[in-house]
């Protein structure tokens, strides 16, 4: 059974806290959080705002050492998948077909975006083989599993490296393009697994619905039913979870490639890092070199551009 259970520490607890999961902590950047930690199969979430969420089946017992829950939500099923409003009844147990895409907020590295189909007999050994939000692996894991997964299920990888970027970018705004990809992914995996056809189609959302539906309006094979949009898409049925580790492996199997071509380290995310390892780069073969490697509409070409003319 799992449990969520969220309390609300004082500063001083929050001290305490971080100093009694020292050891439990895990290398892992969750947005405004100040730290992550995993005790057996509790998940614990500190929030710089005072929030701590606890995650898992022990969840009310490692709450109730530091406070009373603020709020509690038990979930009775005996996965670890949320519900929702907006989907069908007992999601998670259907046989669905997910999507999802890495890559996006890279400045190196391609966009990768997988469709993944789970038929309902496969549900439980997914599961069973650890597939799960690829936020909780390591990327040994996800290169792992995504080959596990890869035999077992049908699915459609489509990689958009950057020179092939550079050159849609400037017609395809970011979200369009995924919307392009989402649904060309979807189109031929629904193809390939015909007749068979899926209960729901899950597409973890990166953008409002009605946004969705018309970017796609401008796509050649378009896929308009049984479309469901959430957030955080992989909580809600293993086949988005497994769309997500097969789309991870593949972008981090093009970052290696990326690296071992430049004889350079070539670092994922945005950051002044990625800048950096640009500039290198600009010095090698300037931008035409830069553009087979990276995305070059980012604000990081401007900044990789100064640092090159030192
Ligand atoms: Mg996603």
Request: hydrophobic fraction near 40%.
């Amino acid at each position: 059974m799992s449990q969520t259970q969220v309390i609300k520490v004082t500063k001083d607890t929050m001290k305490k806290m971080k100093t009694y999961y020292e050891k439990n902590r895990l290398n892992r950047t969750v947005p405004y959080s100040d730290f992550v930690a995993k005790v057996g199969n509790t998940t614990i979430t500190a929030y710089t705002s005072g929030k701590v969420v606890f995650q898992g089946p022990e969840a009310e017992k490692g709450a109730a050492k530091w406070g009373t829950p603020a709020q509690s939500k038990t979930s009775t099923s005996t996965s670890s998948s949320k519900s929702s409003s907006i989907l069908p009844a007992n999601f998670s147990q259907l046989s669905v077909l997910g999507s999802d895409e890495v890559g996006n907020g890279s400045y190196f590295g391609p966009v990768t975006v997988c469709a993944a189909y789970v038929d309902k007999t496969m549900v439980a050994k997914l599961k069973a083989l650890g597939v799960r939000d690829s936020k909780e692996l390591t990327d040994p894991q996800i290169v792992q599993l995504s080959s596990v997964i890869k035999e077992l299920i049908p699915y459609k990888l489509l990689i958009v490296e950057p020179e092939k970027y550079n050159q849609i970018q400037p017609k395809y705004n970011a979200v369009h393009m995924k919307v392009a990809l989402h649904n060309q992914a979807i189109h031929l995996l629904l193809n390939e697994i015909a007749p068979t056809k899926p209960e729901a189609i899950l597409i973890d959302q990166f953008t409002p619905e009605a946004n969705y539906r018309k970017y796609v309006r401008s796509e050649q094979n378009q896929v308009n039913e049984k479309l469901y949009f959430i957030t955080k898409g992989e909580q809600y049925h293993v086949a988005v979870a497994a769309a997500s580790i097969i789309s991870r492996a593949a972008f981090l199997e093009e970052l290696d490639k990326e690296s071992k071509e430049l004889g350079m380290k070539v670092p994922s995310g945005a950051g002044a890092n990625s800048d950096k390892v640009a500039a290198a780069v600009l010095v090698k073969g300037g931008v035409a070199l830069l553009s087979k490697y990276a995305k070059l509409h980012f604000a990081n070409t401007e900044k990789a551009k100064k640092i090159a003319a030192k």
